[in-house]
Structure formats: structure tokens, C-alpha cells
């Protein structure tokens, strides 16, 4: 048993926001997918989609995210919160995807995103808040499970 | 007792699952390093979908594939040999470093199947080759989780 401290209330509120925003954001595309909601949500405002394809790509994203993002989110904080082994180890997995995502977008987004939105949203909540989250969640499992913190 | 705890010269089943996944995991990094090496020799053997070359739609997909491979070399790669070394040594820190490879190779097919535009060889080549074998990995890991060292 693991006792969840300030910290971990912390990072689990911390990563519900980001995470819970991004979910939100997508279930606008797969409840409508092609209404003027989705677009300013997941583009900006009055704004189409580039071709079928960049709908497409943001399409499969969004199922992804709700297949495996949303259920290890949910897991991953009941079992923090409740001070088990494996919610510890579902943080550091859903940490690892969040990385990994931060790096494919960062290469994907630095055209045409990056410019349209500017340095300091970019850097902080629209990709920088997923990239934080997975080294600091990563990060705090670690030394939480070795009894560090 | 599940046939996976079962021991096959220095493992149990469950592990040599997860040892099997990693090295077809291997196969499909080292795929992706020659596609940063040469993205367009990479798009005429078929192991990427879109060519630098071509139109502004296939260009704008390419650096999403661009970006897929650069995160799992820099990434996933390392995370894979940890976790390889880990679980042939029976730490817990394999056990766990490959439960985040396992992890990303369920996420990015899940990602390619639900993207109609991709071509079906790879969409089947992703579910075949990295989710299932990821998800067997999981279950043989999970199966045998009691016998890794956490310290």
C-alpha cells in the first residue's frame, strides 16, 4: 500500500485536466464528425479541415485516445489514489504514451499549429501540459515506489 | 497454474511471450531507423505510406509518419533494449519498461487502424506484427509478474 500524498493529489488533478480536456475535445469528432463544432474545437474557430485526410488522421486520434487513454487515465488514478502497485504502473505506461505523442506531434505540428497558436499556448497547455505530465508522472512513480519521496 | 507460468529452459512461457514481442518490436525499430536514413527508399520497399515528394496532403502525412518514427527511435527504442535486458535478467525494471513498449505498440495500430486513408498491408502489418504480439506480451508478463525482483 502505497498512501497517496499532496503530490500525488497534484499530479492525478493535473493530468485529469489535460487529459480530460483532450477527451472531451474528441468526443465532439466522434459524436459529429464533420459538424463546425469538431472543427473549432480541434482546428480553431470557423476554421474546415485542411483535406479528408487531416480529417482522417484527427478521426483515428481521437478513437485511440478514448480506446487507450481514457480507461488507463481512469485506472491509473483509482489505483494511485488507492495507494496500489499496479495504479502506479498504469501512470508510468499512460506517462509513456503521453511522451510519445508529445514527440510525434511536436514533429508534425511545428508547420502549421506551433505558428498559428504561438509559443506560450503551445508550450503550455496545447502540447507542452501532455509532455510535462508524462516526465513528471514517470518521474514521481519511480521514486514514489522506491521510497524516495 | 496458467500454462504460461510454466518454465521453458530459463523462463516461464508468459516471458518468452514478451521476449518474442520485443524482438518483433526490434524488427519494426530498425525499419523505422532506415526510414530516417532514407525516407524515400523507405516509401518504394513499402515500410512507409507517403512520399516528401509528393502532393501538400501527402507531404503534411508523411511528417506525421516522419514523426512516428522519430519518436520511436529516440523514445521506444532505448525503453525496448531496457526492457529486453531487464526481463532476461528477471528485474522488475524490465517487467515494467516493457510494459511501456507493450503499451505504445497497442496505441499507434489502434491509431493506423482507425486511419481510413492508410494502406490495409500496413494496417494489418501493425496489427500483426506489434499490437497482438504486444498484447500477448502483456498477458504472458502480467501472468508471471510475481517472479520479478522489485529491488
Redesign the interface.
Known sequence: MIEPTNITWIITIFGTVIFLLLLIAQLVILIKPHSQQAKDILIAKGEDW?????F??A???A??DW??IMP?MVAGNIGVLSGQLWGY?LW???G??S???S??????EK?YVYPAVGPIIYYTYLWGGFLYWGIISIVYCVLRT?NVL | MSILNNKMKAHPIGIWMALGALVLILLAWLMQTYSLLDWEGAVKLGVQNESFSGNAVERAIADVERGVAIADIIWVLPLTVVAFIGLLRTKFTGFVAANMVFAICVYFPLFYAFRVSMNFDVKLAAIFLWAIPSLLGIIGLWTNRNIFKYR
Open positions: 485542411r483535406d479528408k485526410t487531416h482522417k488522421v478521426f483515428a486520434f478513437w485511440a480506446l487507450v488507463l504502473l508510468i505506461i499512460l509513456t504514451i511522451i510519445y505523442y514527440i510525434v506531434f511536436y514533429v508534425m508547420e522506491h
